[in-house]
């Protein structure tokens, strides 16, 4: 129970730490915020349950003026804010990634884990961030998806990078990745 | 750990968390339900006022925090233009900073305890269910207390990184920052469990 809870919690303090160091740059010189990476690591790591609930603690914590957004952003209005749906499609990504990542147990970590954070981390999320930008914005769902697709290749590479982090996770603190266990 | 709370003390510091967010939650289905652009121009203007009314001060930090979404405003209006309906592009983008910009006010006018005030009493129908509420809270510490401790840690990797290597901070690092913030979290379970667990 400890363990669930302070897992959870280290896990939330994780992807706000990632969206506030400074940014990571890629092989090709490319700068991303590794807050998503964050998202997608809750699920390969702790699975569907308890990495739905880091990511959900990270979001509450966000709400109540926590400026723990990439950029130091946060407040209630995040919420208001054309990214919303990505915002509150968070812990349901989180949740995703780790329910694709418990049904293949059999796989290799790494791909077990790429193929999750793609389903959770791109899918799902970006399923959520569309729809908010429709709501907010008042746009079709191609419109929204035309003001996202930039960020897409970036969140693919996310996803590979969260394969080979896990599987090194796996090597280094088996017992902790909870996703496997 | 820095909250978004404004220092300059208001008024409305004072007044009641939940009824602030009740306030916002009616007046942001207001602005979403008012499709004239003019009451929209009416709107922000009032939200200017509010943000004018507490000094200077609060003022120019207030309208710091909506600077990112600018990105968004350029985008739909140049959308607009092209599609030829500008009224419409005005409408989205001063119903959007009016909404940002009092969701934020609520935000800079009531202090952290008061909000996990809200949260406590969001988890009452939880605790009707078995659920103990102060282990959300106590997670909730947790972060707020080791956010800062991993940002640390993260830096300091990074610059174990810089020292060594000639190209950019990479990805590489996520591995052991996640290393770390496995381990901190096995050390603090083991720490509750000794002093009697939850």
Request: proline share 4%; aromatic share 8%; hydrophobic share 60%.
């Amino acid at each position: 129970m400890e363990r669930s809870l302070t897992l959870i919690a280290l896990f939330a303090a994780l992807i706000a730490a990632l969206g506030l160091i400074p940014k990571l740059t890629l092989a090709f010189g490319v700068p991303i915020t590794a807050q998503s990476l964050g998202i997608m690591l809750c699920g390969t790591v702790l699975g569907a349950k308890r990495g739905g609930l880091a990511a959900m603690l990270f979001v509450a914590l966000v709400l109540i003026g926590l400026p723990l957004l990439a950029g130091g952003r946060g407040g209630l209005g995040v919420l208001a804010s054309p990214s919303m749906g990505f915002f509150i499609g968070f812990p349901i990504a989180a949740f995703a990634t780790g329910f694709v990542m418990e049904q293949m147990g059999r796989f290799p970590v790494a791909w077990a884990a790429g193929i999750a954070a793609c389903v959770g981390g791109i899918l799902t999320l970006y399923l959520f961030g569309i729809m908010g930008m429709m709501m907010m914005l008042q746009k079709g769902p191609v419109e929204a998806l035309l003001l996202v697709s930039a960020f897409i290749p970036g969140d693919m590479i996310k996803a590979v990078l969260a394969g080979l982090i896990t599987a090194a996770l796996a090597r280094a603190r088996p017992a902790s990745v909870l996703s496997r266990v | 750990m820095i909250s978004l709370t404004s220092p300059v003390e208001t008024h409305a510091h004072g007044w009641p968390a939940g009824a602030k967010i009740g306030a916002l939650c009616a007046a942001t289905l207001v602005l979403f339900a008012v499709g004239h652009v003019g009451w929209q121009a009416v709107f922000l203007g009032g939200m200017l006022v509010l943000y004018a009314l507490p000094g200077r001060q609060f003022f120019t930090v207030g309208l710091a925090r909506l600077r990112g979404l600018w990105p968004f405003i350029a985008v739909i209006l140049l959308w607009h233009v092209v599609t030829r309906d500008l009224t419409e592009g005005m409408l989205i983008t001063l119903r959007m900073l009016t909404a940002v910009g009092l969701a934020n006010l609520v935000t800079m006018t009531t202090r952290l305890t008061d909000m996990m005030g809200v949260v406590r009493w969001l988890c009452t129908p939880l605790r009707a269910m078995g659920v103990k509420s102060d282990r959300i809270e106590l997670a909730m510490a947790l972060v707020i207390r080791f956010t800062p401790v991993l940002i640390d840690k993260g830096a300091m990797l990074a610059m174990a990184w810089r020292a060594r290597a000639a190209r950019r901070v990479g990805w590489r690092i996520v591995t052991p920052f996640a290393v770390l913030a496995i381990d901190d979290a096995e050390h603090v379970a083991e720490a509750l469990r000794a002093r009697g667990g939850l």
